[in-house]
Structures are given as structure tokens and as C-alpha cells.
């Protein structure tokens, strides 16, 4: 059951995270600063984002993931993004994040020093 409902929330959460739908997207002030391309590269990174193992993503939700902004030739940036998952009053946690009938999602992405 837990196994089940935690891949239910990944489905959730990586259709979410690969459309910036069905939910809110949030952006810090650092990530707000980055210039039009960088905020395209990064945005473009986090939903095509596919790197979860055990060690970053040990309830297997899919909910946390680092980016690196740069290049080899350049200082690289990196940045996180998470998925909170809220009740419809956004006040405080949902009680089933897998029931996207009374949860909400927000995406958050920020610079690793933000967090």
C-alpha cells in the first residue's frame, strides 16, 4: 500500500514538475536575478529532471532534485527545486498528497544558498 501510494505521487509530482501544471510554481529572489536564458536552461533542466535513486530520493516520490546552471568554462550555479504538497486552504500539509482532490502542489525553485 505505502509502496503504491508513494509511485502514485511521483506520477503526480513528475507530471507536474515536466508541465508546470496542475499546480504552482515559485521562484526565489535569486532565481528571479538570473538573466532571460539562464532561467530558461534551469527551467528547461528541472522538468526534464530524472535523476532520483535511494540516496536523493529515498521515499521514492520524486518530490526534491539539484540543478547546475554553467558550463566547464564557467563557475557553475547550482539550485534546488522541492514539491510541497498542501491542503486546499494552502494553510497547512495535506493529509494525502497521492489524493489530488484535496492537495495542493507547489514547486518550488531556488538557489542551494536560499535554502
Request: hydrophobic residues 35%; proline residues 3%.
Given at each position: 500500500?505505502?509502496?503504491?501510494?508513494?509511485?502514485?505521487?511521483?506520477?503526480?509530482?513528475?507530471?507536474?514538475?515536466?508541465?508546470?501544471?496542475?499546480?504552482?510554481?515559485?521562484?526565489?529572489?535569486?532565481?528571479?536575478?538570473?538573466?532571460?536564458q539562464e532561467k530558461y536552461e534551469l527551467f528547461k533542466?528541472?522538468?526534464?529532471?530524472?535523476?532520483?535513486?535511494?540516496?536523493?530520493?529515498?521515499?521514492?516520490?520524486?518530490?526534491?532534485g539539484v540543478i547546475f546552471l554553467g558550463s566547464i568554462?564557467?563557475?557553475?550555479?547550482?539550485?534546488?527545486?522541492?514539491?510541497?504538497?498542501?491542503?486546499?486552504?494552502?494553510?497547512?500539509?495535506?493529509?494525502?498528497?497521492?489524493?489530488?482532490?484535496?492537495?495542493?502542489?507547489?514547486?518550488?525553485?531556488?538557489?542551494?544558498?536560499?535554502?
Open positions: 500500500m505505502i509502496l503504491n501510494k508513494a509511485k502514485r505521487i511521483a506520477e503526480i509530482n513528475d507530471a507536474f514538475r515536466r508541465s508546470f501544471q496542475g499546480g504552482h510554481v515559485v521562484v526565489t529572489q535569486g532565481v528571479q536575478r538570473l538573466d532571460k533542466k528541472v522538468q526534464e529532471y530524472s535523476r532520483f535513486h535511494p540516496d536523493n530520493d529515498p521515499h521514492g516520490e520524486h518530490d526534491f568554462y564557467s563557475e557553475q550555479t547550482k539550485l534546488f527545486w522541492k514539491i510541497d504538497y498542501y491542503d486546499l486552504s494552502m494553510n497547512r500539509a495535506s493529509e494525502d498528497p497521492a489524493n489530488t482532490d484535496i492537495t495542493k502542489r507547489v514547486l518550488t525553485i531556488m538557489l542551494a544558498d536560499e535554502y
